[in-house]
């Protein structure tokens, strides 16, 4: 069974919708990364968070520590939130396999 | 600041060559990070660096994979010799406080070995 998992694995969603990304692992973690990577590439940091919610903009992510799940959350989508959004567990620095969001006018 | 910088941003080279791909962290950032990105694989952890020190490489494939920090501001990822299952994108990237602390990342070098 893989450390990290990320459900859905693709995720395409109308222009407006609201979306769901989640992450579960099943190690012991202090701190879980949301990162984003964008057709071109580049990876950037979303959010890192051990406890609770955070929200910056149209992204929400919030964390359960000893359910070992997280779930990053976009309101009022657009097409350029359409990326690849990646769960890292702290401490251990393991990646999940990613989701794929697109996102269509 | 100008963030991660990695270069060359892309790299092709043949078989049995040397590769090396080279990376500055951010200013102040006391770590630094490896990874390698593959289709199949997704994102891998290779090595990582505090304070220009190796602290974790068990992520390095074998022996044909090297890497240095000879100083806070520089570091190098090698392989020789390279094989055509080494392509990949290979980031680097940088925190202030190891593990623990955000990581940012590089652009990448996309390597294609031939």
């Known amino acids: 069974k893989n450390e990290v998992e990320q459900s859905p694995q693709n995720l395409t969603a109308q222009e407006g919708e609201f979306i769901t990304i989640n992450c579960s692992y099943s190690?012991?973690?202090?701190?879980l990364h949301w990162l984003q990577q964008h057709p071109g590439g580049g990876i950037v940091s979303l959010f890192m968070?051990?406890?609770g919610k955070k929200k910056h903009g149209r992204l929400i992510a919030t964390i359960n520590i000893q359910e070992k799940h997280s779930s990053l959350h976009i309101t009022a989508s657009h097409p350029r939130d359409s990326a690849v959004y990646i769960c890292?567990?702290?401490?251990?620095?393991?990646f999940g396999p990613g989701t794929s969001l697109s996102v269509i006018p | 600041d100008a963030g991660v910088i990695q270069s060359p941003r892309h790299e092709v080279t043949e078989m049995g060559q040397e590769v090396t791909l080279r990376c500055k962290p951010i200013?102040?950032?006391?770590?630094l990070f490896w990874y390698r990105q593959t289709m199949m694989r997704g994102l891998e952890l290779l090595i990582y660096?505090?304070?220009?020190?190796?602290?974790?490489d068990s992520g390095m494939p074998e022996d044909r994979f090297s890497a240095k920090m000879p100083n806070a501001s520089f570091s190098t990822l090698k392989i020789q010799p390279s094989e055509p299952r080494d392509s990949a994108v290979y980031f680097c990237?940088?925190?202030?406080?190891?593990?623990?602390?955000?990581?940012?990342f590089g652009p990448g070098t996309r390597l294609t070995v031939t």
């Open positions: 990237a940088s925190s202030v406080r190891g593990t623990a602390g955000e990581q940012y």
């Open positions: 190690v012991g973690i202090s701190a």
């Open positions: 968070l051990s406890s």
């Open positions: 890292a567990l702290h401490d251990k620095v393991i």
């Open positions: 200013s102040g950032h006391n770590s």
């Open positions: 660096f505090n304070n220009n020190v190796p602290i974790d």
